[in-house]
Structure formats: C-alpha cells, structure tokens
C-alpha cells in the first residue's frame, strides 16, 4: 500500500503551484548573526483552558484600538491597512500590510522596485525620505532597502485610518522576493516579540511609548465569515483592549531557549508533549518535539520534514501520500486528532482544522490537501494561521507571554456609526446595517472536531492545490 501511494508521488507532483517555501532556509539561519538574550519568566495562570459558560458569543464594539483584519479569498494571509502621510502633503498612501508575527520589523515596497514580487499592491513613492541601509533574510529570500526614519522624513503612520504612529521606522524595499506576487500586499508588518530592537522599530512599544496605546501588547482573532467574497479577516486588538474579549486566559512564557539558533523575537514557547489519535483511534505519542512558533504570517503548520511525515502516520498510518518537497495528502473523510501539550496548557487540533481540498487529479481522488506541511530540518515547529484561529491569542511584549483564550464561537462586530461598514460586512446574518457577524471555522475546537472544514468553503477550479504555506521567519543581517 505505501509503496502504490509512493509510486503515485512520482507522477504526480502534490507540491501547491504557488508554494512560498524556500527550501535554503537553514543557510539563511547560517548566515544570521543576532544572538538572543530573552530571559524566561514564570508566568502565573497557565493551566487548561475552560470556556466559560454564556461566553458562546460576543459583540466587539471596532474603535481604533479594533482593527479589522482583511483576508485573501483563500483565506491564506491576514493584512492590515497601513498609511503612510506626508506632511502637509496630498497624496499619502495606503498599504495593505501582512500581519506577520513571525518577523521583526515592516517594511513597504518603495517605487524603485520593479520586479514580479511588487507588481500587485501599490508602492512607496515618495522621495523627501532619509534612509539607512537595512537587509533582511526571510526563509523566502531576501528583501533589501533602506529604513526611513519618520520624524527625519516628514512623514507618520496610520492604522486604519485611525491609529497614528508618529516615530517609526520603516523600511523601504527596493527588492523584494518573487513570492510576493501571489499576494496582494505592499510589504509587512512585523509583530515581534523584541521589545528592544534597536531603531525603535517594535510598533506596540512605540505605540506605548507614544500613549497612543496602554500596554504594549496586543491580541489576534483570525476568522472570517464563510462568505467566499467577504475580505474581512478578523480583528487585532492593541493594549489593554487585547484582554477585553478573551474569556479566560492561560498565558504561557515564551522561551529563552532560541529553537532557530541566534534569532530572537519570536513568539515561541516550549512543546512538552504532542499526541494524536488517528481515524482508527490509535493515540501515539511524538518523541522530540522542542518548541512551537506561533506566527500569523505563516498559512499552515510547518514543522521539519522529518517531524511533518511523522505526525502524518501517526494520524492516517499509511494512508497518506507525500511528495519529497513537504506536502501531503490524506483522505478526506480521515478524522483523529492532535493534542499539543505546551508547557502544561493543552491545546487540541482536530484533523478538520488541517484538512484543505480535496484533490481532482487522477489517482487522488478523495484525497484532501494537509495544511500542515515539512519544511527543512530545523527543529522548531511553526504554528501559523490554521492553528491560531481557534483561539483568541494575546502576544504580550512588557511579559514576555503568549496567551490563549478559548474563541468564542461568533463574534459580532459593530463599526463605528460613522465608518464605512461596508468592507468589513459579509457575514450576512446581521439584522444591523453597520455591523457584521462573523463566525469561526472552529467553534469549539477545545472539545475538537466538531468543526467543518476549515477555511475551505471556496471553490477551487481545478488541480492546482488551494493550499498554500507562506512562511515569514526572519533574521537580521
Ligand atoms: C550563534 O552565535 C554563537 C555565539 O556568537 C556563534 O558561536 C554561532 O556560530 C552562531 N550560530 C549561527 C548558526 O550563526
Ligand atoms: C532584541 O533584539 C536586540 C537586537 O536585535 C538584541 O540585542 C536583544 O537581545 C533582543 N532582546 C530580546 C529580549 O530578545
Ligand atoms: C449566538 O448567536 C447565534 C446567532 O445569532 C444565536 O443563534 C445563539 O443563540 C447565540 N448564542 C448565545 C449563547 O447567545
Ligand atoms: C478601519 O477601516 C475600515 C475601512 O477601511 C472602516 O470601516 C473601519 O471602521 C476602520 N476601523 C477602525 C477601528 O477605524
Ligand atoms: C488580488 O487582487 C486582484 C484584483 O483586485 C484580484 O482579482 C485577485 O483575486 C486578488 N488576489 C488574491 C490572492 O486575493
Ligand atoms: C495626509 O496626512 C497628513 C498627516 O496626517 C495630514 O495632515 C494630511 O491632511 C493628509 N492629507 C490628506 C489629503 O488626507
Ligand atoms: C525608492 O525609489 C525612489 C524612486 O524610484 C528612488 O529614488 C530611491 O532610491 C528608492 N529607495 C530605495 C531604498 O530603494
Ligand atoms: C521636514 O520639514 C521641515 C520643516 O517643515 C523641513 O525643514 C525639512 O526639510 C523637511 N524634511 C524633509 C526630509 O522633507
Ligand atoms: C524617535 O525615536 C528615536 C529612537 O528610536 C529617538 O532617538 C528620537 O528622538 C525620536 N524622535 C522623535 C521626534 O520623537
Ligand atoms: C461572490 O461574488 C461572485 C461574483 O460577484 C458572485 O457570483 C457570487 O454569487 C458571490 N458569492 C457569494 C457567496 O456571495
Ligand atoms: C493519548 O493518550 C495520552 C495518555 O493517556 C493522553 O494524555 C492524551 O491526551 C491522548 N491523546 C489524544 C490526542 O487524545
Ligand atoms: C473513507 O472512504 C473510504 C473510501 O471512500 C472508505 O473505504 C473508508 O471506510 C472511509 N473511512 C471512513 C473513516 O469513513
């Protein structure tokens, strides 16, 4: 049976048309140079997590510490709208900003750029700025520019249209990887969890620092209506509103130990225990699991190769397929388990939660695309978008701590009366005009599986796999 599924691997090829995965990421890990210093604190309150009682639903009231997210039509990539003003000027921009926890700083593609990788969201074009050199190494490729100092330029940031940050440091990309052109994004917008990087380039601490929020901290609920036209993707919290609608937090430390050696800044915390129960109810356990990064820039679960093809038997024992690039296959109606142990707060995935779509090539009809996927030999397992919806998480800077609420099953968003709702509705089961209803692709995803397919309600034309893995880890040059 494995060997038939194997022999199927070589005719047809499961790698996703567009995968973003750089498979040189560990010589980009070698050639970082920053070391890291965090230090681990004990953190109170970690423990299970309950979901209170009544808590099923929640109406958010959006003001500019609410922030919607946007969302791709594949549900793949969460951005912000980010605009950059100009003094007195009349042109200022907007940028739509990938969310990425997984990354350090922002940048913005400048006008200068003319490769694939800029060409499908405006560009940076002003010219009044003064720059230094600035150089990153995603896993992806390279991005290189100069960082703009906002005061020095004439120039401030806002979120949204209604948060302003008035002395950040941004960086302008003149060169920006290929990948990019599967996404309508004009850069990122890095979340980390350094506090202390240098060029003041840490938006929650500037943030604070210019009382512009209360706390430097923040919190991400991804999700988004089933409604396939819908771009609206969640909502990010900042400062002590980022506490408001999480209805009981365990909060867990993120780790001193770096997993990617020498890159600091990650929203990472140590992995005790990983088990799965697969569909005929198999529970094994996995030896060697080190630390999780939860990081929203990042579609899927990536884990090292090895560990990837690994939890995959676990689950569907050899009825899976894999290709030798990290993708797998398994069958669609598989159902099982995986449990996470983080550091004593037990987290579940139901196999639904991995399960993208099915594939219409011969020979793997009834097999579904798995959103999580092998990547490298590094040891760290990347958590991204498929695993942080179904939850309501705070990423706090001041401690240090990852936090993890139960996400209620339906949020209801009320925009302010005088903002344009209308970007933001789609959910369509409001009786309100201005407000959206937006509900998770996991509601209850801490008893498990009882879920529907996750994110997968578009339909998908044809062989092309509709999932696709973008991974942003970064290190600074
Ligand atoms: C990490 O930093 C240490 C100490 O500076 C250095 O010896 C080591 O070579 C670095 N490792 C990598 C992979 O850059
Ligand atoms: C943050 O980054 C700076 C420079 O990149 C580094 O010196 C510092 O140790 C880092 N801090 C933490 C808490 O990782
Ligand atoms: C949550 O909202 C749904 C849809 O509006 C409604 O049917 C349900 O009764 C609500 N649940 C609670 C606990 O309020
Ligand atoms: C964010 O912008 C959208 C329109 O782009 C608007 O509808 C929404 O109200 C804004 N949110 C906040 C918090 O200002
Ligand atoms: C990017 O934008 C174009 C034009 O608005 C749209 O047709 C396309 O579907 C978008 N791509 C993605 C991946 O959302
Ligand atoms: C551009 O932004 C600046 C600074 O926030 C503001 O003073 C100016 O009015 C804005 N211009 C336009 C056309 O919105
Ligand atoms: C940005 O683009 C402008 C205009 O094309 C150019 O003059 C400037 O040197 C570019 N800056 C960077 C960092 O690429
Ligand atoms: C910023 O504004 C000040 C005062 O208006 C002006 O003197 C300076 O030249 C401007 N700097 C840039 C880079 O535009
Ligand atoms: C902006 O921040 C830098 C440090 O990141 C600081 O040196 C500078 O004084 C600040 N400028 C203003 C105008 O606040
Ligand atoms: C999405 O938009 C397309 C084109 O405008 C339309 O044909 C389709 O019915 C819409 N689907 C939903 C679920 O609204
Ligand atoms: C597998 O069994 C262990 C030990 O009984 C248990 O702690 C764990 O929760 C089980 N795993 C799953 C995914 O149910
Ligand atoms: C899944 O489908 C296959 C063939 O369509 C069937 O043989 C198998 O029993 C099904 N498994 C489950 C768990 O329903």
């Known amino acids: 049976m494995k060997l038939w599924l194997l022999l199927i691997c070589v005719v047809v090829a499961l790698n996703p048309v567009t995968d973003f995965r750089v498979?040189?990421?560990?010589?980009?890990?070698?050639?970082?140079?920053?070391?890291?210093?965090?230090?681990?604190?004990?953190?109170?309150?970690?423990?299970?997590?309950h979901t209170k009682a009544g808590s099923s639903n929640a109406t958010v009231n959006l003001d500019s510490l609410?922030?919607?997210?946007?969302?791709?039509k594949y549900k793949s990539i969460y951005w912000v709208d980010v605009s950059v003003n100009q003094v007195a000027a009349t042109n200022n921009q907007t940028f739509p900003l990938l969310l990425d926890t997984g990354s350090a700083i922002a940048w913005i593609a400048n006008s200068s750029c003319l490769s694939d990788g800029c060409s499908r969201a405006p560009k940076f074009f002003y010219s009044t700025v003064t720059p230094t050199e600035f150089s990153l190494d995603y896993s992806s490729g390279k991005i290189s520019g100069l960082l703009v100092d906002a005061p020095k330029s004439n120039i401030t940031y806002t979120i949204n249209h209604s948060l302003v940050v008035n002395n950040f440091t941004c960086g302008l990309a003149g060169s920006v990887p290929s990948f990019f052109s599967n996404y309508n994004i004009s850069g990122i917008l890095g979340l980390s969890a350094n506090a202390s990087l240098e060029r003041g380039t840490n938006l929650l601490s500037q943030l604070r620092l210019e009382?512009?929020?209360?706390?430097?901290?923040?919190?991400?609920?991804?999700?988004?209506?089933?409604?396939v036209n819908s771009s609206f993707g969640g909502l990010l919290a900042?400062?002590?509103?980022?506490?408001?609608?999480?209805?009981?937090?365990?909060?867990?430390?993120?780790?001193?130990?770096?997993?990617?050696p020498n890159i600091s800044g990650y929203w990472m915390v140590k992995v005790t225990l990983v088990s799965a129960v697969s569909s005929t109810g198999t529970n094994s356990t996995f030896n060697g699991a080190v630390a999780a990064v939860?990081?929203?820039?990042?579609?899927?679960?990536?884990l090292p190769l090895a560990d990837a093809t690994a939890m995959h038997q676990m689950l569907f024992g050899n009825l899976f397929v894999a290709d030798n690039q990290g993708n797998y296959a398994f069958p669609c109606n598989a159902t099982g388990s995986i449990k996470f142990n983080l550091d004593g707060l037990i987290l579940d995935l139901s196999v639904d939660l991995i399960r993208a779509d099915e594939y219409t090539t011969a020979?793997?009809?009834?097999?579904?695309?798995?959103?999580?996927?092998?990547?490298?030999?590094?040891?760290?397992?990347?958590?991204?978008?498929?695993?942080?919806?179904?939850?309501?998480?705070?990423?706090?800077?001041?401690?240090?701590?990852?936090?993890?609420?139960?996400?209620?099953?339906?949020?209801?968003?009320?925009?302010?009366?005088?903002?344009n709702s209308s970007s933001i509705s789609g959910g369509g089961s409001s009786s309100k005009t201005s407000s959206a209803v937006v509900s998770s692709s996991s509601s209850s995803s801490q008893k498990s599986s009882t879920s529907t397919r996750a994110?997968?309600?578009?339909?998908?034309?044809?062989?092309?796999?509709?999932?696709?893995?973008l991974l942003f880890l970064i290190s600074i040059i």
Not at 220 to 226: A, K, M, N, V
Not at 294 to 302: H, K, R, V
Not at 394 to 408: A, E, K, L, N, Y
Not at 457 to 469: D, E, G, H, Q, R
């Open 66 to 72: 609410i922030i919607p997210l946007k969302t791709d």
């Open 363 to 419: 020979g793997l009809q009834g097999m579904c695309s798995s959103k999580m996927q092998g990547l490298g030999s590094t040891p760290n397992w990347v958590l991204g978008a498929s695993f942080l919806k179904n939850y309501y998480t705070v990423f706090d800077v001041d401690h240090q701590s990852i936090g993890f609420s139960p996400r209620v099953s339906l949020y209801s968003y009320i925009a302010n009366e005088n903002a």
């Open 238 to 260: 900042l400062g002590q509103m980022a506490d408001k609608y999480a209805t009981s937090l365990a909060q867990l430390p993120i780790q001193s130990r770096p997993v990617v």
């Open 23 to 49: 498979l040189d990421m560990d010589k980009a890990l070698v050639n970082s140079k920053k070391i890291s210093g965090r230090t681990l604190e004990t953190y109170p309150g970690k423990g299970l997590l």
């Open 211 to 227: 009382k512009a929020v209360d706390s430097a901290k923040f919190a991400i609920i991804l999700g988004s209506p089933d409604n």
């Open 455 to 469: 994110a997968g309600s578009a339909s998908f034309n044809s062989i092309l796999s509709p999932w696709t893995l």
């Open 294 to 302: 939860f990081d929203t820039g990042t579609t899927g679960l990536a």
